[in-house]
């Protein structure tokens, strides 16, 4: 895909949306999306010197982060998405170019049917000897496996599958002497003593021969204070500073109560302490107060990076919702410096809010990329013989443009049957946000095509061209629960003429707008549409909201 950057910053009051209709096309030869354009808004400029929270704005959770000479690496996880595990390259830590997908054929993985939370989860970046890693874990697709490259951009290799690593979130960590190790949250020894008891291992890795050696070591039960029943322990890493380890990891489970915490041993194996009352936890935002004005929550799943002055950052994931714990963008990438204290890392002292603006750790290298995070609009053209890496399918590769067009037919398989619709989607990444298409399409009874916004099978948004009793019809559709039609529940339907479309969305928090126009002026279809479906609090999971052109057809 060729993205074109339309505006930044202070421009998206004046950027128009409107452009010359299309030509009318043959009747039944596919829905065709001639262009895609997303604008967010997420406040004013950012000054000079400084960065915008997050880093990567939009479900971009669980970030493992590298750095090999002056260039930093950073993989995040996808679930049953496809492509799946972006890999991203940066030269300042603010401003980063995403260079492949790790996981981008299918004979690499099979989603099969998966939900969309379950799938890739928390992958891990390393290197040595000029190899890169990553170990991440298939959950319901086949368990922990590690993949190797030569070139981080990819080719990623086919996964060598970890079969007597039980649990999820590897990590990486290789010794001064060579020696290669796993960790990773696995259950604990004999029976749970209570829900969410889980514990962190090490095992010792051959990272030539991709295999383990054996002898895994239990080094966490149930996290820094076993008497207070702690939940989730998971997503460890392992350093290496002034000859002592250090063992970090996430627990308190992935919402309000997520948090970082550290610990620390004389020998890799352990036996591993944990950092005092006054250190741990070293990040979390659990303790501030819930009614607080725009709010950053649910930090934590943290990875530490060293600079080549010595200093250390960490990025983490958090959530910004919009009201109570309701946040439809999912869990997004932010970073902050490390401060070490009485010989402990701490990324932010209790009680302190994650801010949103914060001294830039490097001088800016921004040429070549496209925003990630801030106020931007970018338009897709579909003029470039594949897909930008940002696009996405549920569970099998997106269909690919021609001819300066994005083509989707309608399937048997809808938005709503856990299979591989004709969907190309990219995350939504703004809680103030714009998505407009022109469409060209002539239904056949029971088709439909135009944008949906969709954060699993069971709970999405459309707004579509569609048609039945003979007549052609734009309607909004609303899906919230497995006990609704696939295709959603009417919110507002319309006769609409023959012709070429433009279809738009605007997301305002918890409210969608949706309109369509077949001209210069917009018709609203359907205004201040309750999108909380989209959260994960209503719709669960991991995962966050997904955006763009889809066509389906009727079952039978």
Not at 65 to 83: E, K
Not at 493 to 519: C, K, N, T, W
């Amino acid at each position: 895909m060729k993205s074109t950057i339309l505006a930044m910053v202070g421009a998206l009051a004046a950027a128009t949306l409107v452009s010359a209709a299309p030509a009318p096309h043959p009747a039944n030869d596919g829905a065709r999306f001639d262009w895609v354009e997303y604008q967010g808004a997420d406040g004013p400029a950012t000054p000079a010197g400084q960065y915008r929270n997050p880093i990567l704005a939009g479900f971009y959770s669980d970030p493992s982060i590298l750095r090999v000479s002056d260039d930093y690496y950073l993989v995040t996880s996808t679930f049953s998405w496809f492509p799946g595990i972006p890999v991203f390259h940066s030269r300042d830590l603010i401003h980063w170019t995403q260079i492949g997908n790790a996981i981008d054929r299918p004979d690499q993985l099979d989603f099969g049917t998966l939900p969309m939370s379950r799938g890739v989860f928390a992958p891990a970046i390393n290197y040595h000897n000029g190899r890169f890693y990553i170990v991440n874990t298939c959950v319901d697709c086949g368990g922990n496996f590690v993949i190797t490259a030569t070139n981080p951009a990819g080719p990623w290799s086919a996964p060598v599958w970890l079969k007597t690593v039980e649990g999820i979130d590897p990590s990486l960590f290789f010794d001064d002497d060579g020696r290669a190790w796993i960790v990773n949250n696995r259950a604990p020894e004999g029976t749970p003593r209570y829900s969410g008891h889980r514990a962190i291992w090490i095992e010792q890795f051959d990272p030539v021969g991709l295999r383990m050696l054996g002898n895994a070591k239990l080094v966490v039960d149930g996290g820094i204070d076993p008497a207070t029943k702690p939940v989730w322990i998971e997503g460890p890493h392992v350093y290496k500073v002034n000859g002592k380890y250090y063992l970090m990891a996430a627990e308190g489970g992935t919402s309000v109560n997520h948090s970082e915490v550290i610990l620390r041993a004389d020998n890799v194996a352990g036996p591993y302490r944990p950092a005092p009352p006054s250190i741990n936890p070293i990040l979390t935002q659990r303790d501030l107060p819930a009614g607080r004005p725009n709010p950053i929550s649910a930090a934590g799943h943290a990875d530490l990076v060293q600079l080549p002055d010595g200093r250390w950052w960490a990025v983490f994931l958090a959530t910004r919702p919009y009201a109570q714990d309701f946040y439809n963008a999912g869990r997004e990438t932010f970073l902050l410096p490390v401060t070490w204290r009485d010989g402990w890392p701490v990324i932010l002292d209790r009680g302190k809010p994650v801010p949103t603006l914060f001294k830039a750790p490097l001088p800016a290298v921004t040429a070549g990329t496209t925003p990630m995070t801030g106020s931007f609009i970018v338009r897709d053209d579909f003029t470039a013989p594949k897909l930008g890496r940002e696009w996405m399918a549920m569970r099998g590769a997106p269909v690919q443009p021609a001819g300066g067009a994005l083509t989707l037919t309608p399937g048997r398989d809808g938005l709503g049957d856990f299979g591989r619709p004709a969907f190309v989607a990219r995350r939504q990444q703004h809680a103030e946000a714009t998505v407009t298409t022109a469409l060209r399409f002539s239904p056949r009874e029971g088709e439909m095509a135009g944008l949906a916004t969709l954060q699993n099978d069971d709970y999405f948004l459309t707004i579509a061209l569609t048609r039945h009793d003979g007549s052609t019809f734009v309607r909004v559709a609303r899906r919230a629960g497995k006990q609704e039609p696939r295709d959603g529940v009417t919110i507002a339907e319309r006769p609409i003429a023959a012709g070429p479309v433009r279809l738009r969305i605007a997301a305002h928090g918890g409210r969608y707008d949706f309109a369509v126009s077949q001209g210069k002026a917009w018709t609203t279809v359907a205004a201040g549409v309750d999108a909380t479906n989209l959260s994960t609090a209503t719709a669960g999971g991991f995962v966050g909201t997904m955006i763009g052109p889809f066509a389906q057809g009727p079952r039978s």
